[in-house]
């Protein structure tokens, strides 16, 4: 049977891991000691840690990283007192969230699940949903948004990063269009071959507008947010922002 392209972005992450992923490697015992001393960043997007009023008082809160493993941010919220469960579908980002969670002596469920499924917890599970950018390796990103709404309280807050898709209209030195939107390698076959000759996973552009309102059709209320750029690369030189950073409320 033909793998399903998020099996094939599970299996390419894992890859990305081994040879060094800026976004799968664990943070070291300092950073988490310096969280338990108050000393705390994260980053929802490349360059800009998220502000820590968008958290509110993190202890005995309930956190859920969603596609969130490789034992840099939750770490962080459970130095801070939060009482965390992370779910991600790459076997190599989970075992990073259980050494990292051995090695200090915390407890962190980690379960590795497919996002674009129904989440495997009860209405009202979490305060706080940690999502970094991951959207641009699902098609359909409706579907996890009302899954958010449906696990947090009411009142509980969902922080997402997201790809506004400008990256795929580029080539890879960012000085040619390349690429007409949107971008769906599922859609072209010509470009899932590339995807799959170039390792790049099966990766989608999802709209500013597009990503927004998900959220709202799903119930949030928007209360914060910022771009970002690449932190590297000719549209980083030029300032270009390529990512949003997105404070959500589940109403009261």
């Known amino acids: 049977m033909e793998k399903n392209y998020r099996d094939i972005n599970s299996e390419v992450i894992d890859g ?21 001393r108050g000393e705390w960043s994260v980053y929802l997007t490349p360059t800009k840690p998220v502000p820590h009023e968008w958290f509110g008082e993190l202890r005995g809160k309930r956190l859920l990283g969603l596609a969130s493993g490789g034992g840099q941010q939750i770490p962080v919220f ?46 009202g599970s979490f305060d706080i949903i940690f999502y970094p950018v991951s959207n641009c390796y699902i098609e359909e990103i409706e579907p996890v948004f009302r899954e958010c709404f449906r696990v947090l309280r009411a009142g509980g807050v969902l922080l997402g990063g997201y790809d506004t898709g ?12 390349s690429h007409s939107l949107p971008y769906n390698p599922l859609r072209d ?64």
């Open 16 to 36: 990305w891991c081994e040879d060094g992923w800026e976004w799968g490697r664990p943070i070291s015992h300092e950073v988490y000691a310096a969280a338990q």
């Open 78 to 123: 459970s130095a801070l007192g939060a009482h965390c469960t992370v779910l991600d579908y790459s076997e190599r980002q989970c075992e990073s969230e259980r050494m990292v969670a051995e090695r200090e002596g915390y407890t962190v469920e980690v379960i590795r699940a497919d996002m674009t499924k129904p989440l495997p917890f009860a209405d």
């Open 189 to 252: 076959p010509e470009l899932y071959e590339q995807s799959m000759r170039g390792g790049w996973g099966i990766q989608f552009s999802h709209t500013t507008a597009e990503q927004l309102s998900a959220q709202l059709t799903s119930g949030f209320t928007i209360t914060h947010l910022y771009d970002d750029t690449n932190g590297v690369g000719n549209l980083h030189e030029h300032n270009i922002p390529t990512f949003l950073a997105v404070r959500a409320v589940k109403p009261e």
């Open 166 to 177: 400008i990256n795929y209209i580029f080539d890879e030195d960012e000085e040619r269009v």
